[in-house]
C-alpha cells in the first residue's frame, strides 16, 4: 500500500514543471501555517485573553469563599462552646424527643439537669437518641434507670442528663 501510494506521488510530481512544483511547494508550505494558525495558535491565544479576562472575577470569588470559610470555622467554635440550660434545655430536649418519635411520659427540669421518664420506648431509639443530643446539646447521662420489658427491645427508662460543663 506504501509502495503504491509513494509510485502514484512519484508519478504526479514527475509529471510537474519547475514552476508548478515551485507553487505547490509554497502553496503546501502556506497552506500549513494556516492550518497550524487556526487549529494550534489561534485557539489558544483566544483562550488565554478569556482566562485574562475571568482571572480577576475568580480571585475575588476565592478571596470571599476563603472569608467565608475562616468566618465559618469561627462561628463553628463558638457554637460549640453553647450547651443550653434549665428551661432552654427541657425545651431542646422535648422537640429533640418528637423528632425522633419518642414520647416521653415526664420530663422535668431537677436543679441544673433535665429528668426524662419514657414508659415502653425503643431502647436502640432511645441509645440513638442519646447519642444524638450529646452531640448537639452537649449533655451527659448523669444518672439513667432503664428496665427491660417482656417485649424483646422495649425498656422503662429514667434518665437524667446535664450539660457537659456541669459536674
Same mark, same amino acid.
Not at 112 to 141: E, H, I, L, Y
Given at each position: 500500500?506504501?509502495?503504491?501510494?509513494?509510485?502514484?506521488?512519484?508519478?504526479?510530481?514527475?509529471? !510537474?514543471?519547475? !514552476?508548478?512544483? =515551485?507553487?505547490?511547494?509554497?502553496? =503546501? =508550505?502556506?497552506?500549513?501555517?494556516?492550518?497550524?494558525?487556526?487549529?494550534?495558535? $489561534?485557539? $489558544?491565544?483566544?483562550? &488565554?485573553? !478569556?482566562?485574562?479576562?475571568?482571572?480577576?472575577?475568580?480571585? &475575588?470569588?476565592?478571596?470571599?469563599?476563603?472569608?467565608?470559610?475562616?468566618?465559618? !470555622?469561627?462561628?463553628? *467554635? %463558638? $457554637?460549640? *462552646?453553647?450547651?443550653?440550660?434549665? *428551661?432552654?434545655?427541657?425545651? %431542646?430536649?422535648?422537640?429533640?424527643?418528637?423528632?425522633?418519635?419518642?414520647?416521653?411520659?415526664?420530663?422535668?427540669?431537677?436543679?441544673? %439537669?433535665?429528668?426524662?421518664?419514657?414508659?415502653?420506648?425503643?431502647?436502640?431509639?432511645?441509645?440513638?437518641?442519646?447519642?444524638?443530643?450529646?452531640?448537639?446539646?452537649?449533655?451527659?447521662? $448523669?444518672?439513667?434507670?432503664?428496665?427491660?420489658?417482656?417485649?424483646?427491645?422495649?425498656?422503662?427508662? @429514667? %434518665?437524667?442528663?446535664?450539660?457537659? @460543663?456541669?459536674?
Amino acid at each position: 500500500m506504501k509502495a503504491q501510494l509513494a509510485q502514484t506521488w512519484a508519478g504526479f510530481w514527475e509529471q !510537474r514543471t519547475d !514552476r508548478e512544483k =515551485g507553487l505547490l511547494t509554497w502553496g =503546501g =508550505g502556506v497552506l500549513a501555517v494556516v492550518i497550524a494558525w487556526s487549529v494550534l495558535w $489561534a485557539p $489558544a491565544q483566544e483562550g &488565554r485573553a !478569556r482566562l485574562r479576562q475571568s482571572l480577576p472575577t475568580l480571585q &475575588r470569588q476565592l478571596a470571599q469563599m476563603t472569608a467565608q470559610a475562616n468566618e465559618a !470555622r469561627q462561628l463553628s *467554635g %463558638a $457554637a460549640q *462552646g453553647v450547651a443550653p440550660t434549665g *428551661g432552654a434545655l427541657k425545651d %431542646a430536649l422535648s422537640a429533640s424527643l418528637a423528632d425522633h418519635g419518642l414520647a416521653a411520659t415526664q420530663v422535668q427540669v431537677i436543679g441544673n %439537669a433535665v429528668q426524662v421518664q419514657m414508659k415502653n420506648a425503643s431502647f436502640p431509639v432511645w441509645t440513638g437518641w442519646v447519642d444524638d443530643v450529646r452531640r448537639q446539646f452537649k449533655v451527659q447521662v $448523669a444518672e439513667a434507670h432503664v428496665t427491660a420489658l417482656k417485649e424483646d427491645g422495649q425498656v422503662d427508662v @429514667t %434518665a437524667s442528663l446535664q450539660p457537659s @460543663t456541669a459536674k
